[in-house]
């Protein structure tokens, strides 16, 4: 078999894999070792907002690449100043912290919420630190941060893990309410949860989380590793519910596809004293240069208008397919979106899309009833005429 010419057996087994070696991507399109294209709609697990190494990555990763790559993070360097202008220039937050990926972002906001709880204790002056997070979240695969996710045994995998993340339910805001005591310090979520289901939080049950936090004097932390960076239509999705959070997490899209992730905080919360919270690669230049040039591209004139038409567009073709199959409908917000197929189906269906000829689909099924569509935000209308004529071939063949 031709895929021998890889023994893939060096790398550390943690999940099944198909029997492809990626090798070159572009746009949309990803090309495997046997020279076989994809249309790509994970782009990377919703990490490739520009598509496949564009333009503006590559310029600014050799550029930065020439002039520094890394002074150490006890010095200041200009690419990561620079974003973090960016940042708080286009947020409600005032500072950030530069991590290397989502999790590492998520460790971040729980130790300020529980630094910040040790400064603002109970009434009897006990230190606060619980935070309520959700059912089917997810936050990240570091020992705290799987204690936080509400995928089902997460939080005793291996344990002993982190206690202190009692489990409410998502867009249910007595079942929070319940959860709150004397110990409780903030409430964490993602306002699109994106590995649970692609399940939005409401409007409503955002702005009462608010309401609630702020009555509470607790924090409310947004995890939007993966809605963020334009992924909803809007930069962030904390914008699509009009409220001001106290403290946001980035990863995914703010890299283009490299390791970058970013802790944003308001003044008044960030608390961290010297030597509380640091990192060898944190902000490095080469990084944090990259998502300059992934900002400065979504906030060019016109790219979030482009953003919302293209989700409008993929929000109908999905409509229009799943009438014609029979299926449950879509739901999601922008280029985040899941066609809901109401059987089990999603799994074979990723599978016979992969292994299509001689043009393969690349999709995700994060439960078996549902695909997942994340393309990059500057699609085009063709591109999503393609993927959903290639799908509805696919189900054709499978006689769905
Ligand atoms: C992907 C994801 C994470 C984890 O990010 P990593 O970079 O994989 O550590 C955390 N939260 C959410 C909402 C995510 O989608």
């Not at 974003?83 to 912290?97: G, H, K």
């Not at 899209?253 to 905080?265: H, K, Q």
Request: proline content about 5%.
């Amino acid at each position: 078999m031709e895929f021998k010419q890889f023994d893939v057996n060096k790398l550390m087994y943690v999940t099944n894999r198909p029997e492809l070696v990626f090798t070159e991507g572009s746009g949309m399109w990803l090309t495997d070792h046997n020279g076989k294209r994809y249309l790509d709609y994970l782009q990377g697990w919703a990490v490739n907002a520009l598509g496949h190494s564009p333009q503006c990555i590559q310029d600014a990763l050799v550029a930065q690449g020439k002039k520094l790559l890394n002074p150490s993070p006890a010095f200041y360097n200009a690419p990561s100043i620079e974003l973090a202008d960016l940042l708080t220039d286009n947020s409600v937050f005032d500072r950030v912290f530069f991590a290397n990926s989502g999790a590492e972002a998520n460790e971040g906001a729980i130790k300020l919420a529980r630094k910040w709880g040790k400064k603002n204790p109970a009434a009897n002056g006990d230190a606060r630190f619980e935070i309520i997070t959700f059912k089917h979240s997810f936050h990240g695969r570091t020992i705290a941060t799987m204690s936080a996710s509400g995928k089902d045994g997460w939080d005793t995998m291996f344990a002993p893990q982190v206690p202190g993340f009692p489990k409410a339910t998502l867009n249910d805001l007595a079942s929070v309410e319940k959860l709150i005591n004397k110990h409780t310090v903030a409430i964490m979520l993602e306002p699109v949860q994106g590995e649970g289901g692609v399940i939005p939080a409401t409007r409503e049950f955002m702005q009462g989380l608010r309401k609630l936090t702020q009555q509470a004097n607790l924090l409310l932390i947004v995890d939007e590793v993966q809605t963020g960076m334009g992924r909803t239509g809007e930069l962030f999705a904390y914008q699509l519910s009009d409220i001001e959070p106290d403290i946001m997490t980035l990863g995914k899209g703010i890299g283009g596809g490299v390791p970058l992730a970013a802790l944003l905080a308001r003044e008044s919360i960030a608390c961290f004293e010297a030597g509380e919270q640091g990192g060898t690669y944190n902000g490095n230049p080469l990084m944090t240069a990259v998502g300059v040039a992934v900002m400065k591209e979504l906030l060019k004139p016109g790219f979030m208008q482009t953003v919302r038409e293209r989700a409008e567009y993929l929000r109908a073709g999905s409509l229009k397919l799943s009438a014609k199959h029979g299926f449950e409908g879509e739901r999601g917000e922008g280029l985040l979106r899941a066609l809901q197929l109401g059987k089990d189906i999603g799994p074979q269906i990723v599978e016979a899309a992969r292994n299509m000829g001689p043009v393969g689909l690349l999709l995700n099924a994060p439960r078996p009833n549902l695909l997942r569509f994340m393309p990059s935000l500057n699609v085009s209308n063709e591109e999503i005429d393609q993927m959903f004529s290639m799908l509805s071939d696919v189900l054709v063949k499978l006689g769905h």
